[in-house]
């Protein structure tokens, strides 16, 4: 006969988990961190150089403290050696530096940099790292709609850095916006620039994307931040940034070929067909590049970069080993920048391709660690995103649409750095090293110490392997 008991065997009724308030401020702090890496031109722009430098050594130095206070789990042998190795030899470029002073301040900045990408991979979980990006680049594009807004409706002349209105007019590379939001010309966002808001732009579309197909909360908005990413990525109207989309299209319709593979080799037509669309790519670029840079209202010499590149190559060939000196950027107040290539009446701080300027800067050996380290992080992205999550004999598990961040980025950094020079600073510097270095600690998305004792951390309970 059954017995009824007052004891029932499941778990009692508890409230649903909650993260901690500490690891809420930390990722708020986390996403402070990003925001300034996508939109720092924008602090100089309102606060000067200095206020700029400010806000970055105060913020490097805030992350040392939490590192060394939170102490997460890091595999010191699995730490993005190769980049930190071009570190060191921007570095050691002191000793032989023409401009000693640039190169110590620049350094700074790259240290920072640096420093803030290890940080937020080691504190933030997978998922919380994706959700800090996009957060992140949500205050970005936001507030330069805003910002875009606020010069065409209050104030209706181009703004100036130090929110100072210009009525007269000056050369627009001047201007911080040219308050072109409503009359249909290019927009430059907080950043002051329509070249570092496309790329931006291009980036939070890939990153609302990935969080929309993984079924991220509130999907419906992410398809609004996604709609303000392209408006606002079309508005910016920056050639590169346009084919660096195509260059991300062309990646991801690859990585999602290769996930469909089931044997042995099935994978290698996928190979030489993504080879033969890249070689045929590059070929129509470079022989048909009149017609398409036409196309989008630029010269077929990238708006004067080709006489760039000739004088900075020119130089970089008087110490092709070695180079003349780590600075990125250039600084315009020293001797050896100021004045030696002008653009519409103003220093240019670039070489605007990653690889001459890493050549002037760092010579023939600073290139090859540079080169290094970007095969070091496609390779691992790359298999990041087409292998199958597998640590054991369990081969079907399913893939995350988390894992296509990294080579996504990378895609979009590789062709950016083509006509510029900002892969080597802020937000690409600091996505190569805090993403690679991700990979490195923790190749399975929810998976490893690292991913469990930050979940310990939000107040979840730990558990085992799935």
């Not at 910016?236 to 593979?261: E, G, I, N, P, Y």
């Not at 087409?386 to 081969?395: A, G, I, T």
């Amino acid at each position: 006969m059954a017995v009824q008991t007052k004891h029932p065997v499941s778990a009692p009724p508890a409230p649903p988990v909650r993260e901690k308030t500490g690891h809420l401020l930390l990722r708020g702090w986390c996403i402070f961190v990003l925001f300034s890496a996508f939109a720092g031109a924008g602090w100089v722009h309102a606060f000067g150089e200095v206020g700029g430098g400010i806000v970055a050594l105060g913020g490097g130095a805030v992350s040392l403290v939490l590192w060394s206070v939170i102490r997460p789990p890091i595999h010191w042998q699995r730490l993005p050696w190769i980049a930190l190795g071009y570190v060191a030899w921007a570095t050691a470029s002191l000793l032989w530096s023409a401009w000693p002073s640039a190169t110590a301040l620049t350094l700074a900045l790259l240290y920072v940099t640096t420093l803030q990408g290890l940080f937020v991979a080691g504190v933030l979980t997978w998922r919380e790292l994706v959700r800090a990006i996009a957060s992140a680049l949500k205050w970005a594009l936001g507030l330069s709609l805003v910002f875009e807004l606020w010069v065409a409706l209050l104030v209706g002349v181009p703004v100036l850095p130090g929110f100072v209105p210009r009525t007269e007019p000056v050369d627009p590379i001047l201007y911080w916006s040219r308050s072109n939001l409503l009359d249909g010309g290019r927009i430059q966002g907080i950043m002051g620039n329509a070249n570092l808001l496309a790329p931006v732009a291009l980036l939070a579309i890939i990153v609302f994307a990935i969080r929309y197909a993984a079924r991220a909360p509130r999907r419906t908005l992410l398809l609004g931040w996604i709609a303000l990413s392209g408006y606002l990525f079309i508005r910016a109207a920056s050639a590169t940034a346009f084919l660096a989309a195509v260059a991300v299209a062309v990646v991801l319709v690859t990585v999602l070929l290769m996930r469909t593979a089931r044997r042995p080799g099935e994978r290698t037509r996928y190979y030489l067909a993504y080879a033969a669309v890249g070689v045929g790519g590059g070929a129509a670029l470079w022989f048909g590049r009149e017609a398409l840079f036409a196309a989008v209202g630029r010269s077929s010499d990238l708006t004067g970069r080709e006489d760039i590149w000739q004088d900075v190559l020119a130089r970089a060939a008087e110490r092709p080993v070695a180079g003349w000196g780590f600075s990125t950027p250039w600084l315009p107040w020293v001797p050896e920048f100021d004045g030696w290539i002008v653009d519409h009446g103003e220093t240019v701080l670039q070489a605007h391709n990653v690889w001459v300027d890493v050549y002037l800067q760092l010579g023939a050996i600073g290139v090859a660690l540079l080169v290094l380290t970007y095969a070091a992080y496609i390779w691992r992205s790359w298999f990041f995103a087409v292998d199958r999550p597998r640590w054991d004999l369990r081969d079907d598990r399913p893939f995350s649409p988390l894992s296509l961040l990294p080579t996504l980025v990378g895609a979009v950094l590789l062709v950016q750095g083509f006509a510029e020079s900002t892969p080597l600073l802020l937000w690409g510097w600091m996505l190569v090293v805090m993403l690679g270095g991700k990979i490195k600690q923790s190749p399975h998305i929810g998976v490893g110490p690292a991913e469990q004792s930050a979940a310990i951390e939000r107040g979840e309970p730990a558990s085992p392997l799935p």
